[in-house]
């Protein structure tokens, strides 16, 4: 039986990923990191210091010192708190509604550290989410895409893998959630081609949030039913 729903919040319940890319790419650029913003789509839901490190390693085939990492993660965090205006992804109301009316827990697991998101995530939906029913970047030590948030998802909402179903926009997070032995629905909110998605091994494809309101209900049926 399914009894839990696991959210990646970046690009399913918020719309914020272009002023991730945005400011990430702003941070690459004022420190002459090699980079292409197109791959910090591919990246999402690493730690941030996994993706500077990755830049660093590009650039200067070494890690980011911890002072450069803690410094850059302060400045792409002040650039996307400038950049994001909050605003949620269409549909997710009726999602997260519909998700408990199907009698299923809600949890978040999420790669995202940005208090500017996580704080005002009881605000934007009220009583869905709470402090002991979420994994963020403060809680995991590897971060996506290996299983670690997931299986700590799991333990959280007490649940086993085959009673869970991930909801995901990035092919890291489904490389995670897959990982973790949980059946995964990709949605596809961003520019990335399907097949990358595809590729990393989700079980689902869709494309916005109203098509996983319209089709949730009958996809939960049919995992019952196996
Ligand atoms: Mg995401």
Known sequence: MIKAVLFDMDGVLYDSMPAHIRAWSEVASRHNLLHNPHNFYLWEGR?????INILFQDTYRRDASPEQLRSLYAEKAELFNRYNDGRIMSGVQEVLKLTRSLGLDLLIVTGSGQHSLLDTLEANFPG???????????????GKPHPEPY???LRKAG???????????????????????????A??????????LLDAGADRLLHNMAELAAELPALVGSLNSK
């Open 128 to 142: 869905y989410f709470t402090k002991d029913k979420m994994v963020t970047s403060f809680d995991v030590l590897i």
């Open 159 to 185: 649940v086993e893998a085959s009673e869970a179903i991930v909801v995901e926009n990035a092919p890291l997070g489904v490389q995670s959630a897959k990982a973790a032995g949980i059946f995964t629905i």
């Open 187 to 196: 949605v596809n909110t961003g520019p990335l081609p399907d097949e990358v």
């Open 47 to 51: 730690t941030g210091d996994s993706t």
């Open 151 to 153: 299986l700590m998802g």
